[in-house]
C-alpha cells in the first residue's frame, strides 16, 4: 500500500498579515484542468482565512498594507 503524504509538513509556515502569529496549512485544492493548485492557510491566533496560489502572495505589499 502507498504511503500517504502529509502536505502540511512540507510547506513553510508563513506569517499572518493581520496578526504575524504563524499560520498553519488547513487544506489543499489540487490542480484541476486548467485551474492551478490552491492552498489554504488559517492563522493560529486570530483565525484569519487566506486562500492563495503561491505562498509568495501572503507576502505580496498590498496585504502588508491592508494589516496596517
Do not use: W, Y
Request: include cysteine.
Amino acid at each position: 500500500m502507498a504511503k500517504k503524504r502529509n502536505p502540511a509538513r512540507k510547506i513553510a509556515q508563513p506569517k499572518c498579515s493581520i496578526c504575524a502569529e504563524p499560520m498553519r496549512i488547513k487544506t489543499i485544492i489540487p490542480a484541476a484542468h486548467i485551474f492551478p493548485e490552491l492552498k489554504t492557510f488559517q492563522c493560529r491566533g486570530c483565525g484569519n482565512l487566506r486562500t492563495v496560489e503561491d505562498i509568495a502572495e501572503l507576502a505580496t505589499p498590498e496585504v502588508q498594507k491592508a494589516a496596517a
